[in-house]
């Protein structure tokens, strides 16, 4: 069983950054896609980076520029830095892996697993 362990969240003001981290247990993330995605209060669930096997990135266009998606496969470990954090950045972010490591997919559907997510909330 694949388990995936987010941390980093937090409280922070706006024009702060934090730097979270997805911890993979029991499955080896050097040839996998993994993605962050994010659950702001309201909307659904969307995918804002992924990074494939091959190390080639995507990101949705509402955070290039502000947010930084990378992996450390010795530590089996993918993180997520954002800089420059806003009100609107507040939500639930969570991990996942893919089984197809092709391409850094930003579609929900493509992540089998999951992590619990760790909580952003950005103060004006």
């Known amino acids: 069983q694949v388990h995936l362990v987010e941390s980093g969240g937090g409280s922070v003001q706006a024009g702060g950054s934090l730097r979270l981290s997805c911890k993979v247990s029991?499955?080896?993330?050097?040839?996998?896609?993994m993605a962050w995605f994010r659950q702001i209060p309201g909307k659904q669930r969307e995918g804002v980076a992924a990074?494939?096997?091959?190390?080639?990135?995507n990101y949705v266009d509402s955070v290039k520029g502000r947010f930084t998606i990378s992996k450390d496969n010795f530590e089996n470990t993918l993180y997520l830095q954002i800089d420059r954090l806003s009100p609107e950045d507040t939500g639930l972010y969570y991990c996942?892996?893919?089984?197809?490591?092709?391409?850094?997919?930003?579609?929900?559907?493509?992540?089998?697993?999951w992590g619990q997510g760790t909580q952003v909330t950005v103060s004006s």
């Open positions: 996942a892996v893919s089984r197809m490591p092709g391409y850094p997919s930003l579609r929900e559907s493509d992540y089998t697993y």
């Open positions: 990074i494939a096997g091959s190390d080639i990135i």
């Open positions: 029991d499955f080896v993330i050097t040839t996998l896609s």
